[in-house]
């Protein structure tokens, strides 16, 4: 079964709605219970290999089915399972054996549409090959992947290819989501069967151009008062707004000191917490400093407000992305991401009696689960997004592009920059949206169904922080209705 990478990725839950429907799904991929939950599931799961799913707890008929990119690359897609809009939420060590105990989520995103949790690329997460030549890959390679993957599953779940079909997820997934929706487009355009309905997709703090991105993190630090104005002036004029690559001496003397600065701030959200381990800081600022480490960097995800934060390595965002090899997280000695501990879910995941639940494959096959791994060699080999996007909402697939508005690792500032640089008329003015009477980020529209929105005080993982506000933003937008 695991003989090509688009046959290896692992469906978490396919949930369906509480009301009793006819399904056609492979009853071999029904999951019946999960360790650390007690009672029916909301809905029906489904998980094995080739997918992750979770159905809709509402009218899964109609409603959308959505699929969730996590990014790294290198970082598993059961990361947004069990830290951000999965059905559950898990309590620390509460269940004999000390597995966490599960409740159920109020603000899954599973309310209002049925979700993908796609492990990607292969030997990523839960995913495997049994060719180890299939862990050398790259975002084209994973696109197609991925496209060959989407195929698959409506045929398995055929009842889903009339519904409205959305790609999400946040980070690196800013390259996923562009690069996969590509080849589905193509697909569409070649007749390909089954036909998927692609509706647009929406990224969160998502990589785009390493541009916009990479030359935000100064102007943002002095923003939010995390460096001095003196600090500022001297980084701008030494660097002339060019804040990474090949830069001269003086302007990498002063970002090392920018860095230096902001070395412990959580990166992923300057208002979160960060633990720190003194002897791992030490090594950290070193080995950040190194060209290869800046260049090509070599973190990924996030953190979340009941995770502990260990002291992050490399530097300036957390953004593996540069031209060629990436270098990935555990390459640059750190198990865990920056400020993160991936306890609770590996805990979990980890364990055989979940891993059987959930029909995943041993850890005697397929070894520990991984939040970041480092068992791919990958290469970012398609550029800038910016035309990508431009492509898409072009041919009017809706667009959201929405960032927590605290994260250090992809500015919203850089991400505000590349959407005004597409050069689209606004059709909703800069403007507070709202929830619970509050006001909860501020969002534009533009026309080709593009719409951008930040998220007060959220980091770099909109849903972990915001859960609330994220179901929110995220039920209307689907909908089609104003935020």
């Not at 090509?4 to 509480?18: D, E, F, G, K, Q």
């Not at 598993?76 to 054996?97: A, K, L, M, Q, W």
Request: charged residues 20%; proline residues 7%.
């Amino acid at each position: 079964m695991a003989s090509t990478p688009s046959l290896l990725t692992l469906l978490l839950a396919l949930v369906l709605p509480l009301i009793p429907l006819a399904v056609a799904a492979p009853e071999k991929h029904l999951v019946t219970h999960l360790p650390g939950f007690d009672g029916a599931l909301p809905s029906k799961h489904y998980a094995g290999y080739i997918s992750v799913e979770v159905l809709s707890e509402r009218a899964r008929a109609a409603d959308p089915v959505v699929l969730w990119l996590n990014g790294g690359p290198g970082c598993s897609s059961f990361d947004g399972f069990v830290y951000e809009n999965g059905p559950f939420n898990f309590e620390r060590g509460s269940t004999p054996g000390g597995l966490p105990k599960l409740h159920l989520n109020p603000y899954s995103w599973s309310k209002v549409s049925s979700m993908m949790y796609l492990d990607s690329p292969a030997g990523v997460g839960m995913s495997y090959s049994l060719n180890k030549s299939d862990y050398t890959t790259g975002d084209l390679k994973t696109a197609a992947d991925g496209h060959t993957f989407l195929l698959k599953w409506f045929e398995l779940y055929p009842e889903f290819q009339s519904n409205p079909f959305y790609i999400s997820g946040e980070s690196y997934a800013g390259i996923y989501i562009p690069t996969l929706a590509d080849e589905v487009v193509k697909g569409a355009q070649k007749a390909l069967k089954p036909r998927i309905n692609l509706k647009g997709y929406l990224i969160g703090n998502g990589v785009t151009d390493l541009d916009y991105d990479l030359n935000s993190f100064v102007p943002f630090a002095h923003g939010m008062g995390l460096i001095s104005t003196d600090l500022f002036e001297d980084v701008s004029a030494a660097c002339h707004g060019t804040f990474w690559g090949k830069v001269n001496d003086v302007c990498q003397e002063k970002i090392d000191r920018v860095r230096w600065e902001l070395k412990d701030l959580n990166k992923y959200n300057i208002l979160a917490p960060c633990y720190h381990h003194p002897e791992v800081q030490e090594t950290a600022f070193v080995n950040s400093s190194l060209p290869s480490s800046f260049r090509k960097l070599g973190e990924t995800e996030r953190p979340f407000p009941v995770r502990k934060r260990m002291a992050g390595l490399s530097w300036p965002l957390g953004l593996p992305v540069s031209s060629g090899h990436v270098t990935l997280w555990p390459e640059l000695g750190g198990r865990s991401l920056p400020c993160t501990s991936d306890e609770l879910a590996t805990i979990w995941l980890d364990d055989e009696d979940v891993r059987a639940a959930i029909h995943a494959k041993p850890k005697s096959l397929i070894g520990s689960w991984e939040l970041n791994t480092a068992r791919i060699d990958y290469t970012h080999d398609t550029g800038s997004m910016v035309e990508y996007h431009k492509k898409f909402t072009a041919m009017g697939y809706r667009v959201l592009i929405y960032s927590g508005d605290h994260d250090l690792c992809i500015p919203f500032t850089g991400t505000e920059a590349w959407v005004r640089s597409l050069g689209y008329r606004v059709v909703d003015s800069w403007r507070p949206w709202h929830f619970g009477g509050q006001v909860a980020g501020y969002t534009q529209g533009y026309d080709h169904n593009l719409t951008f929105l930040t998220i007060k005080g959220s980091g770099h993982t909109v849903p972990e922080y915001k859960p609330k506000e994220s179901l929110a933003f995220y039920t209307h937008w689907l909908l089609g209705e104003k935020i």
